[in-house]
């Protein structure tokens, strides 16, 4: 599958947050930046003096989108451990930096 097939894929977010009046209105806008990173073109002119457009999806841009989601929806606050208790996602990283000899 290449990458720009994900463009006929990509899920709307605010349906994630119905009934939610001011989420899902956030949550739309998102899915709008997302989209337009997704569908985004860049144009130039070659030394022929032609115009050429070609596909440069903005993938960052589509990436932080879906963060950005996901965390207004409540799904990246605390993910759970393997013993059953739950952390933050930075906490992984505070370990690791203790861990590590200075």
Avoid: C, H
């Amino acid at each position: 599958m290449r990458p720009t097939d994900l463009r006929q894929r990509l899920n709307r977010l605010a349906e994630l947050a119905k009934g939610k009046g001011d989420l899902q209105r956030v949550l739309e806008n998102v899915d709008v930046i997302a989209q337009e990173a997704l569908d985004a073109t860049t144009t130039y002119v070659n030394k022929k003096g032609e115009a050429v457009t070609f596909e440069s999806p903005n993938w960052p841009t589509v990436l932080q989108a879906q963060k950005l989601a996901a965390q207004l929806l409540g799904l990246l606050d605390a993910k759970p451990g393997a013993d059953g208790t739950t952390e933050k996602p930075s906490a992984p990283v505070e370990r690791i930096m203790r861990a590590v000899p200075k």
